[in-house]
């Protein structure tokens, strides 16, 4: 099974400021396979990146995927305050099919 | 817009099986993927499975023993059962469209408290 690991745990930033998120897997990742979401309390989460650099339909351009092998990164260039929320990188292809990392919490500073 | 909403008992007693099914709505359920993923609560997310348009399934291993996932799509939804459950299994159960090896579209999930 490949295990994500994800880091920080918490990332505590102001609006406007970059965010820089982690996501590292115990084996190398399929880049084609590797996804982030995002998350708000009481709401399922939406994909955001998808083939670990597409943005998914009606992203904005401030949220960028990249990696590669082991270690990929979710960057968001602006934080807007609707940005604040969990994030979770998702690998496809080793069994269990999916598995997901334990996400990182964007919060404000 | 492709559209899912989950339905089904809130609560389940311990050793019983859950029953949940997924509507969607929107499109077509045809050339696609579905999957149900789960949440405890204040946890991290757990994909449970996933079933073809045409009836293939593919399960996580952990639960495999357990969980049984069907489709009909002359009535465009996909059904999901967990048998034996217990204190474990309370979670937010959700319902996504599979595709590109990511999960694009999800229902708004639904709580299932496992107790007597």
């Known amino acids: 099974e490949i295990v994500l690991t994800q880091s920080p745990g918490t990332l505590s930033l102001s609006p406007g400021e970059r965010a820089t998120l982690s996501c590292r897997a115990s084996q190398s990742v399929t880049s084609s396979y590797l996804a982030w979401y995002q998350q708000k309390p009481g709401q399922a989460p939406r994909l955001l990146i998808y083939g670990a650099s597409s943005r998914a339909t009606g992203i904005p351009d401030r949220f960028s995927g990249s990696g590669s092998g082991t270690d990929f990164t979710l960057t968001i260039s602006r934080l807007e305050p609707e940005d604040f929320a969990v994030y979770y990188c998702?690998?496809?292809?080793?069994?269990?099919?999916?598995?997901f990392g334990p996400g990182t919490k964007v919060d404000i500073k | 817009q492709v559209q899912l909403q989950e339905s089904g008992p809130g609560l389940v007693k311990p050793s019983e099986t859950l029953s949940l099914t997924c509507t969607v709505s929107?499109?077509?359920?045809?050339?696609?993927?579905w999957s149900w993923i789960r949440q405890p609560p204040g946890k991290g997310l757990e994909w449970i499975g996933y079933i073809y348009y045409s009836g293939g399934t593919k399960y996580n291993p952990s639960l495999k023993s357990r969980v049984t996932i069907s489709v009909d799509t002359s009535k465009n939804h996909f059904s999901l059962k967990l048998s034996s459950v217990t204190a474990a299994d309370t979670a937010v159960y959700y319902c996504?469209?599979?595709?590109?090896?990511?999960?694009?579209?999800w229902g708004q999930g639904t709580l299932v408290t496992v107790s007597s």
């Open positions: 998702q690998q496809y292809g080793s069994s269990p099919l999916f598995t």
């Open positions: 929107g499109d077509s359920m045809n050339t696609y993927y």
């Open positions: 996504a469209r599979t595709q590109l090896a990511s999960l694009d579209y």
